[in-house]
C-alpha cells in the first residue's frame, strides 16, 4: 500500500511539474493540423472550408473557399497531408477531388478523380509523391502516380471498415480502427509488421511519432505508446487533441479549441 502510494504521488508531482514547465499559445480553433519542416503549422476548420498558415503563433496566410464563389467550394475536406516543404495536398471526399497548395496557400492543382473511385475516404501521399486513396466502396487502398490519370491496388493484405493511412518517412502506416490494429508497411504496401492498440485504452485518435512511437488519444488523456517495447506512459491531459508532434526534444500538442501547448 505505501508503495502504491508513493508511486501515486510521484505520478502527480510529475505531472504537476511538466504541466507548470508547459508553453501554451492560441490560435484559430480547428479540426486537422499538419506541420511541415519549417514548423509552419497548417490548420483546418471542416465546417467553414478554411485553411490557415502560423508561423511562431501569428497568422501569415488564409485560404477561404467562401472567398471563391463558383470556383471552388471544399464540401468535405478531410485534413491537410505535406508533400515535401512545399506542396499541401487535400481530399475533398464529397467532391472526389484533390486539391493542392502550395506552403503559402495558394492553389496550384484541382485534380478530380478517376469515375471509378466511388468512396474515397482517406488519403496520403508517399515519400515518393505517390497518392494513397482508400476506396470504401470497394475496401482497397488505391495507388495514383499524379498525372498518369489511373490507379492500381496497393497492399498486400485486405482492409476494410474505417482506416487511417499515414506517411512516416519512407513507410506507410495503416490504422484499422475497427480492429484497433495498426500496420507498417514499405511504400510499395509490404507489411512489415503489426501492433494491436493497448487494450486497457479507448483509443479515439492516433499519431504517428519518429523511431515506431506513438501518440494516444483517449478519454483518458494522452498515451506515448511505443509498441516494440512494450511500453505506454501517460503524457497529458488536454482535451480534444488534433495535433501531436515531435520539435527540439519536445511534444507539441493542438487542441480542436486552439490551444497550442508544448511539453519539454
Known amino acids: 500500500m505505501k508503495r502504491l502510494f508513493l508511486i501515486s504521488l510521484w505520478s502527480f508531482l510529475f505531472i504537476a511539474v511538466m504541466l ?16 511541415n519542416i519549417f514548423g ?16 511562431d503563433g501569428k497568422m501569415k496566410n488564409i485560404f477561404s473557399s467562401q472567398n471563391l464563389t463558383g470556383k471552388l467550394t471544399l464540401q468535405y475536406p478531410l485534413r491537410p497531408i505535406l508533400d515535401g516543404a512545399d506542396n499541401i ?9 484533390v486539391i493542392g497548395w502550395d506552403r503559402f496557400l495558394n492553389i496550384h492543382s484541382v485534380t478530380p478523380l478517376h469515375e471509378d473511385i466511388l468512396s474515397p475516404i482517406d488519403f496520403t501521399v508517399t515519400s515518393e509523391h505517390d497518392w494513397l486513396i482508400y476506396d470504401d466502396f470497394y475496401g482497397q487502398i488505391l495507388q495514383i502516380h499524379p498525372g498518369d490519370g489511373f490507379f492500381t491496388d ?14 512516416l518517412n519512407n513507410l506507410v ?15 510499395n504496401g509490404t507489411t512489415l509488421n503489426e501492433f494491436s492498440l493497448p487494450k486497457e485504452l479507448k483509443t479515439s485518435k492516433i499519431f504517428p511519432l519518429e523511431d515506431l512511437t506513438f501518440a494516444l488519444r483517449s ?26 508532434g515531435q520539435q527540439d526534444n519536445s511534444y507539441i500538442m493542438i487542441s480542436q479549441q486552439g490551444a497550442v501547448v508544448t511539453i519539454p
Not at 509552419?40 to 508561423?55: A, H, K, M, P
Not at 480502427?177 to 511504400?187: A, K, M, Y
Open 89 to 97: 495536398y487535400m481530399l475533398d471526399a464529397a467532391t472526389n477531388t
Open 20 to 35: 507548470s514547465a508547459a508553453d501554451t499559445l492560441y490560435i484559430a480553433p480547428c479540426d486537422e493540423v499538419a506541420i
Open 154 to 167: 496497393w497492399g498486400d493484405k485486405p482492409v476494410n471498415g474505417e482506416i487511417k493511412l499515414f506517411t
Open 219 to 244: 478519454e483518458t488523456g494522452i498515451f506515448i505508446w511505443k509498441p516494440e517495447d512494450d511500453l505506454l506512459r501517460y503524457l497529458s491531459d488536454l482535451k480534444n487533441v488534433v495535433y501531436l
Open 40 to 55: 509552419d503549422q497548417i490548420c483546418l476548420s471542416q465546417n467553414e472550408g478554411v485553411l490557415r498558415r502560423y508561423v
Open 173 to 187: 502506416i495503416v490504422y484499422l480502427e475497427s480492429d484497433s490494429l495498426i500496420r507498417i508497411c514499405d511504400e
